[in-house]
């Protein structure tokens, strides 16, 4: 018996940046499934294929963070870092973050919706850049919105559209346990980065609070099973918090348990948000700190922040726009229905 396709002819013409040249070709044929795929991404993007528009632009000397508006008004952002030969793209998987890291202005908001498979594919279409890097590490945690975050890469490689190299793709992730055991058996060796900033739970659970579900142990064994399955040395990110996780333990924590392993401690700086309450470290102590791992027999790097100038930094993505009309919606006493879930 022929297996009927899961989608009609009148959603993949409507919407034609959420599907594989395979799927396409099934519903549509493939002859007009070459044509569009050709028109898509082989051509300048036209209206009629786009469910979403640039809003806004803004640059720096080498960071352009694009503010994109959705079919249903909602607002996200994407940034652009430009390097020698092209450019790494930073994107959102969601309209605003469930996760609520003190350090990040994505979550301030709340969690409004996850972007469909098509959305996050026209984040990258719509820069109209030579692309060399993309890294799911804009607007919320790309593994709560698991199913439609692969579905995107899965297009992105499609080697009839962009054909993307994997090795060019990093998902970073605060580590949900149980994503992170689906990932695993995932047939794709994208790189992986883990959010930590910790090396405990009594710390993790203070700077990342919605986390506390997930035990830190945990996080670390699967995203280090990870690296065992697919042979990829894991980053993790570790934001550095005086007085909170640059503790002598810490170092000692993070040598027990990566010592030896194919990983990388990546010591981030804290870019300015609107959280009074933190500290931000000085460079000194982000150097010191740095030595100390190294000392231990771990292997670290510094990251470079990229736009802080224009707001487009690593935990600066604040969406104004969503947060602005929704000021405009509760002094009209508007009731706002269900958020939109995919």
């Not at 909602?74 to 969601?94: A, H, L, N, P």
């Not at 060019?168 to 605060?174: D, M």
Request: aromatic letters at 8%; glycine letters at 6%.
């Amino acid at each position: 018996m022929k297996r009927l396709p899961k989608y009609t002819p009148a959603e993949v013409r409507n919407d034609p940046y959420g599907f594989t040249y395979k799927e396409m070709s099934e519903v549509i044929g493939e002859n007009e499934a070459k044509a569009l795929y050709e028109e898509l991404y082989k051509q300048l993007p036209r209206k009629k294929n786009l469910s979403m528009l640039v809003k806004n632009i803004c640059k720096s000397s080498d960071t352009e963070k694009y503010v994109y508006e959705l079919k249903d008004n909602k607002y996200i952002e994407t940034v652009f870092i430009k390097r020698r030969d092209g450019g790494t793209v930073c994107v959102s998987t969601q309209v605003g973050c469930p996760v609520g890291c003190i350090f990040c202005e994505s979550g301030r908001n709340g969690f409004v919706r996850n972007l469909t498979s098509s959305e996050i594919v026209q984040q990258i279409i719509l820069l109209r850049r030579k692309v060399n890097r993309i890294v799911f590490m804009g607007m919320g945690e790309p593994l709560f919105n698991y199913d439609n975050l692969i579905k995107a890469i899965h297009i992105l490689r499609d080697r009839y559209g962009l054909n993307f190299p994997t090795d060019g793709i990093t998902i970073s992730t605060v580590g949900p346990v149980d994503q992170l055991k689906k990932l695993r058996e995932e047939h794709l060796k994208i790189q992986l980065t883990i959010s930590l900033h910790a090396a405990t739970q009594s710390a993790r659970n203070r700077i990342i609070p919605h986390m506390r579900i997930y035990a830190i142990e945990d996080v670390v064994k699967q995203a280090l099973s990870y690296s065992e399955r697919h042979n990829r040395k894991i980053v993790f990110a570790y934001l550095l918090l005086p007085g909170i996780n640059d503790r002598p333990s810490d170092v000692r924590q993070l040598a027990k348990w990566f010592r030896g392993k194919k990983v990388m401690i990546n010591v981030l700086q804290y870019n300015p948000t609107s959280n009074s309450r933190i500290k931000a470290p000085q460079k000194r102590e982000i150097v010191a700190f740095k030595h100390q791992l190294e000392q231990a027999g771990l292997e670290v790097t510094m990251r470079v922040s990229h736009g802080r100038e224009i707001n487009a930094a690593c935990g600066q993505l604040a969406n104004t726009y969503n947060k602005f009309k929704k000021k405009m919606i509760k002094s009209a006493r508007r009731i706002d229905a269900e958020p939109i879930t995919h």
